[in-house]
């Protein structure tokens, strides 16, 4: 890619000024593109196509085609963690993962050991590296994993789950387990996101998307203190162009807003917050701690174009203008849906950068 560099992300995660508030979405190279189901139906599935760095690489910079949008993200999955470790993830037709070996014994958890991310994960790390080449320097890059909590629901339920039994069976019965496991993994994203950091990866962010089905002690116990080892034992510098420069850190916990002000103080550069969060109170909650990312509903994106647009303009307006020690990047409260209208999201992106423009001229 040609374009000029932009590196409005990366200003906004760092509390500067920006001309625009800068926009990406999770889940951004998926199923609602039909460039990207051509693509993965080339690669025959759905772990061919993250385990091959060139179709990764291909499928990363589709939506960035497509749409102006401000980063780039990764295109891999965060199970490929404990794949690495020898659970055995598979694809089932309408389940979702699956692991053959789920840990729900003592034996199992004895087993568990932190993968060589630069040897089992070998392929993310070549897949970063043929991102930022092919990026060119013209958005950022954003490695990412899953928190050590959400990786251990996988692992104890077996894949997907509407309760989270087995795990919270393990957590209130036998936390010593749970406790072992999430070390475990703590050190496993430790050491991979430091990897897609060496490799090439810019900014950095853990998804704790189940952290929120958990109970208040329990969410500091099992979640937040995991995801604070993992942000301690990062190397949050990297060598770029023979300077020393700053990997900022994202934190998302879909449910999370109960506890905004204890993620703010984990470390994290920026916060991500769900779509039953108000963005004006967040602001207020967090103040200068650290930049704030999202927050509009996936679901909003399913009306029509102008709806769209009035709906991108709402949570612009709710954060409002960003100041000095503030920073917002705007995103889903959650990953886009495969069932989203592709111009859809061309009118939010373009929505975005103008409102957000206008807002910075008319200061407020």
Known sequence: MTAAPNDTFLRALRRESTEHTPVWLMRQAGRYLPEYNATRARAGSFLNLCKNPELACEVTLQ?????????????????????????????????GPRFERPVRDEAAVSQLAVPDPNDSLRYVMDAVRTIRGALGGSVPLIGFSGSPFTLACYMVEGGGSDDFRRIKTMLYSRPDLLHRILEVNAQAVAAYLNAQIEAGAQVVMIFDSWGGVLADAAFQEFSLAYTRKVLA????DRVENGQSVRVPTIV?????????????????????????????????????????????DPMSLMASPDQV????????????????????????????????PPDNVLALVETVHQHSREMRRRGG
């Open 252 to 296: 998302f916990t879909k449910g999370g807003g109960l506890w905004l002000e204890s993620i703010a103080d984990s470390g994290a550069d920026a916060v991500g917050v769900d779509w039953t969060v108000n963005l004006a109170q967040a602001r207020q909650r967090i103040g200068a701690r650290c930049a704030i990312q999202g927050n509009l």
């Open 233 to 236: 034992g990062l190397k949050r």
């Open 309 to 340: 647009r009035a709906e991108a303009r709402k949570v612009l307006d709710s954060y409002g203008t960003p100041a000095a020690g503030h920073g917002h990047v705007f995103n889903l409260g959650h990953g886009i849906s495969q069932f989203t």
């Open 63 to 95: 939506p960035l085609k497509r749409y102006p949008l401000d980063a780039a993200i990764l295109f891999s999955d965060i199970l490929t963690v404990p794949d690495a470790m020898g659970l055995g993830l598979y694809f089932a037709d309408g389940e």
